[in-house]
């Protein structure tokens, strides 16, 4: 067993409420190098709607309005940097739990008209969507 297959292990034991677990793999991905690339694994792999992700980008590009996320300008090509950052993390998406802060229109047409070649999620398991 190689160093990274022993901290991936030990990140799974992370396992507390969302918000506590959430809070102890930000923790762990800002401590130490090495570190940052499997607790962001764990923090980005199962998300409530695409919300977080939004959020994650620059304040002047999205705002809440009427209980939605939308869209206030054109993403740039800095913005997209940041979304490709943590979108190849994302496994799943569950858009059924209570709190899930949905995503308007204007935000769907502009992550479907990236500056390159980029599915929203490339690793999101759809195997049992319907």
Known sequence: MIISDLQWKIFQLVDDTDLSRNKTLLALALTCKP???PALDLLWQGL???APLIRCLP???WKPVEGKLEIQRAMTFDDWCIFCKYNHRVHSLNTSV????PVGTGIWRTLSCPPFSLPVAPKLDVSHLE
Not at 98 to 101: A, P
């Open 35 to 37: 570190f940052t690339g």
């Open 48 to 50: 409530c709607g695409l």
């Open 59 to 61: 304040q002047s590009l």
């Open 98 to 101: 209570d709190g899930v802060i």
